[in-house]
């Protein structure tokens, strides 16, 4: 049985959530997120959304941590706007998590994003290990449990 982790909650399902997802980031690298993929951490943010804006300097701490155990970071804009409009946003805050943008809602889709910020910790099987819904820091202590929970 799968466990979602939401802020400090926990919620379980029947059946695992799995997800197939694939994008491209600005830098030109195609990423797959599902089975068979790395297991990834996905932010899913706005440049509009006030929250989002605190976040980047965190995505790039985990960055830094989850690299060496092969989990990659991936921030997922939901942006209306035009790519060069969420570059310069990511450009003003210096990030270097890679980026991409998700005009078509299928992030929405996939992950059942119902707003921003939401992050989800997707292991290499495509199952939903962590899903945190709001700032980030406020559910930190669960994404440790479910991080460690992968060893």
């Known amino acids: 049985m ?32 599902g089975p068979g993929e790395p297991t990834t951490l996905v932010a899913v943010f706005a440049t509009w959304c006030t929250t989002c804006r605190n976040e980047f300097a965190m995505l790039d701490s985990l960055q830094a941590v989850l690299a060496a155990r092969g989990i990659r970071v991936l921030a997922l804009s939901v942006d209306e706007k035009d790519d060069a409009h969420v570059r310069r946003y990511t450009d003003a805050r210096g990030t270097r998590v890679p980026i991409a943008r998700d005009a078509s809602g299928a ?33 930190i202590a669960d994404l440790r449990r479910a991080l460690k929970d992968l060893d």
């Open 107 to 139: 992030v929405g889709k996939t992950f059942g994003t119902v707003g921003v910020p939401e992050t989800y910790l997707v292991d290499s099987k495509g199952v939903i290990r962590w899903r945190g819904r709001g700032d980030l820091r406020m559910g």
């Open 2 to 33: 799968a466990l979602v982790f939401l802020l400090g909650a926990r919620a379980s399902f029947a059946q695992p959530t799995r997800v197939s997802y694939a994008t491209r980031t600005f830098s030109g690298a195609d990423i797959r997120i």
